[in-house]
């Protein structure tokens, strides 16, 4: 069984939603693999967790907003 595992900041029901039909559809589409033989995980973490480049996640959004 294909397992497929997604590392996030908190995510609305309707993003997850979204990711979990999505990346099924696109999974089983490239692999031939059916729908159905998918599970997907998605871990949210606070942003606090986050770092890119060495900052902080929040304050790299902060000043890209």
Do not use: D, H, Y
Not at 12 to 20: G, S
Not at 52 to 60: K, M, N, T
């Amino acid at each position: 069984m294909p397992n497929i595992i997604i590392e996030a900041a908190k995510l609305t029901k309707e993003n997850k939603n979204e990711l979990i039909r999505t990346l099924t559809k696109t999974a089983s589409e490239i692999t031939k693999i059916p729908q159905t033989s998918f599970t997907v995980l998605i871990k949210e973490f606070p942003i606090e967790n986050w770092g890119i480049g060495g900052e902080p996640l929040e304050e790299v959004l902060k000043r890209l907003s």
